[in-house]
T-cell receptor, first 112, second 113 residues
């Protein structure tokens, strides 16, 4: 069974203090690993898709990386508006069952 | 904005009742997935529809059922509501069955009392 574990559960940073969120996974053949941002009471907002180990993607202050067992979301010089829950999900390469398996998320708070 | 809309925004139902939640997918997206998100948890996969047929189901009982229509809209129906069904229900659309990117709607908050 596909599993996704995110750490830490919650993270409080000062504005400008860089850090990383971790997503470790076990999946029977990875088709893709996804990062989403979710604000309270809203639907997840798509950030990145990573397909293979060694791949990296960047968007503003966020950078996502992927190895064979885990992914990191690096946040550089965060601002208060980066406060949200960050969700990681995987999709296995089982044809006919293209579902996302999510972790429980990391709740990020950036203090001004 | 993803172009995925859901209605209603909030809903309160009594245990034992039935509920229908609606989703309008992004134009051109022929695959829709439904997820249940309990408070403090990640979304859990309920089922997926591709071209109006069910294409995979998670660990949810048969009282959770769905429909997809040709006009990119879909429904999630839940019968015999239980207290544990209280959650945020999310739909997500993607361009085709093997598209890797799913775009989520804002969700429907269901409260069962």
């Amino acid at each position: 069974e596909d599993q996704v574990t995110q750490s830490p559960e919650a993270l409080r940073l000062q504005e400008g203090e860089s850090s990383s969120l971790n997503c470790s996974y076990t999946v029977s053949g990875l088709r893709g690993l996804f990062w989403y941002r979710q604000d309270p009471g809203k639907g997840p907002e798509f950030l990145f898709t990573l397909y293979s180990a060694g791949e990296e993607k960047e968007k503003e202050r966020l950078k996502a990386t992927l190895t064979k067992k885990e992914s990191f979301l690096h946040i550089t010089a965060p601002k208060p508006e980066d406060s949200a829950t960050y969700l990681c999900a995987v999709e296995a390469s089982n044809f006919g069952n293209e579902k996302l398996t999510f972790g429980t998320g990391t709740r990020l708070t950036i203090i001004p | 904005e993803t172009g995925v809309t859901q209605s209603p925004t909030h809903l309160i139902k009594t245990r034992g009742q039935q509920v229908t939640l609606r989703c309008s997918s992004q134009s051109g997206h022929n695959t829709v997935s439904w997820y249940q998100q309990a408070l403090g948890q990640g979304p859990q996969f309920i089922f997926q529809y591709y071209r109006e047929e069910e294409n995979g189901r998670g660990n949810f009982p048969p009282r959770f059922s769905g429909l997809q229509f040709p006009n990119y809209s879909s429904e999630l129906n839940v019968n015999a509501l239980e207290l544990d069904d209280s959650a945020l229900y999310l739909c997500a659309s993607s361009a085709d069955r093997v598209s890797y990117e799913q775009y989520f709607g804002p969700g429907t908050r269901l409260t069962v009392t």
